[in-house]
Structure formats: structure tokens, C-alpha cells
């Protein structure tokens, strides 16, 4: 079996998540054979470092031994087991966990299977919260522009980035859109603290206007991760959480991509000292392994649903595979790797690393931007560095940063014209030299053109 016969068979049946296939007329499809680490190894031998975690999921490589061996365990005591009405230790020990890890208050969890199907619990919770308390009239959500919760339709409707969202327009509910804190449009000299309270106002003043019919505010703390990886500060986190107080509004923080370390602490939000009313959790939750999602929420909330059943106050919401045993015990392993390797404190070097490596970008005279928050690192290539003009999306500069990388046995995956590092947290500090050594020809090969 060899690369050509594989994708020549997948293209004849299969259709992949946000692609556009007839670019495989062209572009060859990479079937891979096998994982270990932080390297895929194709059907030709050709190996690749994945520095964007598989679309951001695996934390500690692939074919991980420690999660593995859970796994196999797992599979020998129980696969699964409908989840209404059963229960099964593993998933009470992962619940016990995200409580216990998860900032104070949210002691509450209700699984699901993906990141946007935590999304639109997160939102029917909060609706269904409000209704049940009498306020009927609380039907919309605040949402910050450039934001995206997923691809499912409330999610979807919640989130900002038009080229998901367009499309589908038709389909969604009307949410209440905020000017958003992202640090890259602030002024020269101004900070990223200052900019971030400047523009917390947007948020005041809608807030103040909607709060009556409004259920809650949906945000991805501190990094807009599929928005182009733009960042900010986590005053404005701090801000948001006094004003939802302030105004009876719901904080939903979607920490699906930036949960588990991405930031440099376990979660995001505990860079501003908060709590959410909802945290919706994923990706990194089962170490890339399985798919899984996690809504952890207050008692408060809870109890606004507990009643006697002839009340029809239940929360009826369900997946197939609510908290599957396979994907609770993967969790639960990926927990364990957290606490017993002391990650969040070991992950510092390998933060520090990235800026090292990041360092001659700066100055690059098609970079306008390079930007770090924790283990993410976004470079943002522009036509025109002083005036900070894009190149045309039509040219797709960053497609070929990535076909450059791919040759050089990098898989790199830009959004639109930013290239991104997002890599797993067992990638040395001589690989991320590599990463950047790559990223930096392949802009030089990506703006040849």
C-alpha cells in the first residue's frame, strides 16, 4: 500500500471537513500510516512534525503510552452504556476531576460530543435557566465580532467569522454583535491592558441597552483562536465578568480551543481571577484521542432545573454517546499527565522557546504582527507592513506556506495568511526550531508569487 492508491480511494468516497475537494485535484492527499510523538509517518515513509496538534487536540502526542494503556484497560471492563438513567465510575471520577480543576463554583458537568455540541448546551442551559424562572422575554445572546463557537447552527449563529457564517445566514437566530478587544488594532504605544479596558465600553453599552431580553454572553477568553489567533487581555475577561453580575447575564466562556494549557495555565479564564456561569470544555479534554465535550456550570443553575417531573422543567438534551466510558477514561489519563508531570510549569520553557524562535519574524518586512499567548503563536503576513494592507484572500499566500512546509516535512495549516504554532506539549525545544526555520522559508517561498 503506498500514498497514491490510499488517496486515489479516499477521493472516490470520502468528503472532508472544510475543504474544498477539487483543490486535490492538485494538492495531494497525505494518507497517514502512523503517529508517535510529535510526528505522523505517511504510507511512503515520509515523516511530518504536527505543529498545529491536529487541528488542536493532542496535547501530549500521538500514540501516547500512559493514555494508551488506559484505553486498553477501558476496553476490557466497558465500552459504553446509555447515559439516562446509568452511570458508570469513569465518567463520575472524570466529573469529579473537571469540577475539582475547573475554576471555583462550576460543580456541575454535563457531557456531550464535540465542542459544538457543548456550544449549544452552554446556550439552551442558559435560555432554558431564564424560562424556567419566569423571564420568558430573555432570548438573545451577545457575541464579540471575529468570534467562532463551532459550525452546528446555534453555534454557529453565536459566532463571527463570515466565512463560516455567511453562508448559512439564512438559518440562524439574530444575536447581538460587540466590537471586539482584539489587541491587533490598537494604537501605537497603547498596551495590550489599555486597549482591551477601552474597548470593554462597546460591551458596557450593550450591555446596558439588551440585558432585559439577553441570556448571555458567549467568549473565547483571550485567544480568537479560528479568528485568526487575534488576542487580548485578560482585564477584559475581569470587566466582562463584573458586568454580567452587574446586568443578571450569563458568562459562557468557550474554552474549547484554549483550555488545557494553551495559555500557559490550565485554564484562561484563571488569568483574570473569574468564574464563568458556563464553561464548555473539549479538544484537548481527551488528549486527541476521542471525541468528547464537557459543560461544567454552577449549582445555581442546576437546581433552577430540579423539580418534580409534572413541573416540565427538565433539561432535555442528549447525544447517543453522552459520556462515553472510552472517552472519559482517555480524559481522565490526560488529566493525569497534567498533574503528574507538573505540565503547566514545565510548559514555561517550552513557552519561552516560541518567543526565542519568534524573534526574527518581528522584522520581517511582510509581518505585521507576531503575537504569543501561552502555546500559541500567530505571525500575520500582510502586503504592506507600515499600512498593515492584506494581501488578497484570492492568492492564498498562506496555502502555499503550507505546501512549502509539507515538503519539508512540517505540517503547518494557516488561517488564511497567518501561520500559527499550536503544537503538542512533548515537541522539543530543537523541533520548534525546526517549526520556525520551515515558517520562515516558506514565507519567503509564499510571497515569491
Known amino acids: 500500500?503506498?500514498?497514491?492508491?490510499?488517496?486515489?480511494?479516499?477521493?472516490?468516497?470520502?468528503?472532508?471537513?472544510?475543504?474544498?475537494?477539487?483543490?486535490?485535484?492538485?494538492?495531494?492527499?497525505?494518507?497517514?500510516?502512523?503517529?508517535r510523538g510529535v510526528w505522523l509517518e505517511d504510507f511512503d515513509g515520509k515523516r511530518y512534525l504536527d505543529a498545529v496538534s491536529s487541528w488542536w487536540v493532542n496535547l501530549f502526542g500521538h500514540a501516547n503510552p500512559i493514555i494508551n494503556a488506559a484505553l486498553k484497560e477501558q476496553l476490557d471492563t466497558l465500552e459504553h452504556v446509555i447515559f439516562a438513567g446509568f452511570t458508570h465510575?469513569?465518567?463520575?471520577?472524570?466529573?469529579?476531576?473537571?469540577?475539582?480543576?475547573?475554576?471555583?463554583?462550576?460543580?456541575?458537568?454535563?457531557?456531550?460530543?464535540?465542542?459544538?455540541?457543548?456550544?449549544?448546551?452552554?446556550?439552551?442551559?442558559?435560555?432554558h435557566y431564564w424560562r424556567n424562572g419566569g423571564q420568558t422575554q430573555k432570548t438573545k445572546f451577545i457575541t464579540l465580532e471575529n468570534s467562532y463557537h463551532g459550525e452546528t447552527l446555534g453555534a454557529l449563529a453565536v459566532g463571527n467569522v463570515a466565512l463560516y457564517k455567511e453562508t448559512y445566514a439564512p438559518l440562524l437566530m439574530?444575536?447581538?454583535?460587540?466590537?471586539?478587544?482584539?489587541?491587533y488594532f490598537r494604537e501605537v504605544g497603547e498596551t495590550w491592558a489599555e486597549y482591551s479596558t477601552r474597548r470593554f465600553t462597546l460591551m458596557e453599552q450593550a450591555l446596558q441597552q439588551?440585558?432585559?431580553?439577553?441570556?448571555?454572553?458567549?467568549?473565547?477568553?483571550?485567544?480568537?483562536?479560528?479568528?485568526?489567533?487575534?488576542?487580548?487581555?485578560?482585564?477584559?475577561?475581569?470587566l466582562l465578568r463584573q458586568a454580567c453580575d452587574k446586568y443578571g447575564v450569563h458568562l459562557i466562556a468557550d474554552e474549547i480551543a484554549v483550555g488545557f494549557g494553551r495559555t500557559g495555565t490550565l485554564f484562561a479564564c484563571e488569568q483574570a481571577s473569574i468564574s464563568p456561569d458556563f464553561l464548555c470544555l473539549s479538544k484537548g479534554l481527551t488528549g486527541g484521542y476521542l471525541p468528547l465535550s464537557a459543560v461544567l456550570?454552577?449549582?445555581?443553575?442546576?437546581?433552577?432545573?430540579?423539580?418534580?417531573?409534572?413541573?416540565?422543567t427538565a433539561f432535555l438534551h442528549s447525544h447517543s454517546y453522552t459520556g462515553n466510558a472510552l472517552a472519559c477514561?482517555?480524559?481522565?489519563?490526560?488529566?493525569?499527565?497534567?498533574?503528574?508531570?507538573?505540565?503547566?510549569?514545565?510548559?514555561?520553557?517550552?513557552?519561552?522557546?516560541?518567543?526565542?524562535?519568534?524573534?526574527r519574524f518581528h522584522d520581517h518586512p511582510n509581518?505585521?504582527?507576531?503575537?504569543?499567548?501561552?502555546?500559541?503563536?500567530?505571525?500575520?503576513?500582510?502586503?504592506?507592513?507600515?499600512?498593515?494592507?492584506?494581501?488578497?484572500?484570492q492568492e492564498r499566500r498562506g496555502l502555499k506556506?503550507?505546501?512549502?512546509?509539507?515538503a519539508q516535512g512540517v505540517l503547518l495549516r494557516p488561517l488564511g495568511n497567518v501561520i500559527y504554532f499550536m503544537p503538542p506539549y512533548v515537541i522539543t525545544e530543537a523541533e520548534l526550531e525546526l517549526l520556525a526555520e520551515v515558517a520562515w522559508h516558506g514565507i519567503q517561498y509564499a510571497l515569491k508569487g
Open 297 to 312: 456550570t454552577t449549582d445555581n443553575i442546576y437546581q433552577a432545573f430540579y423539580a418534580d417531573y409534572t413541573q416540565l
Open 89 to 127: 465510575e469513569t465518567g463520575i471520577k472524570l466529573a469529579e476531576k473537571l469540577v475539582d480543576i475547573t475554576p471555583a463554583g462550576l460543580n456541575r458537568c454535563f457531557y456531550a460530543d464535540n465542542g459544538s455540541a457543548a456550544v449549544e448546551v452552554a446556550l439552551k442551559m442558559s435560555f
Open 210 to 238: 439588551h440585558a432585559g431580553t439577553v441570556c448571555a454572553v458567549i467568549i473565547e477568553p483571550l485567544v480568537q483562536c479560528a479568528g485568526s489567533m487575534r488576542m487580548y487581555d485578560p482585564v477584559y475577561l475581569k
Open 174 to 183: 439574530d444575536v447581538i454583535t460587540v466590537p471586539g478587544p482584539d489587541c
Open 1 to 35: 500500500m503506498n500514498n497514491k492508491i490510499l488517496a486515489n480511494r479516499d477521493l472516490a468516497v470520502l468528503w472532508h471537513p472544510c475543504t474544498q475537494m477539487k483543490d486535490h485535484e492538485n494538492l495531494p492527499m497525505i494518507p497517514i500510516k502512523t503517529g
Open 367 to 393: 509581518v505585521a504582527e507576531v503575537r504569543q499567548t501561552g502555546m500559541i503563536l500567530a505571525i500575520e503576513l500582510v502586503k504592506n507592513k507600515a499600512t498593515r494592507e492584506p494581501f488578497a484572500w
Open 329 to 359: 477514561r482517555a480524559a481522565l489519563a490526560t488529566i493525569g499527565i497534567f498533574q503528574q508531570d507538573n505540565v503547566i510549569n514545565k510548559n514555561q520553557r517550552l513557552i519561552a522557546k516560541l518567543a526565542e524562535v519568534a524573534v
Open 401 to 406: 506556506v503550507y505546501q512549502y512546509a509539507l
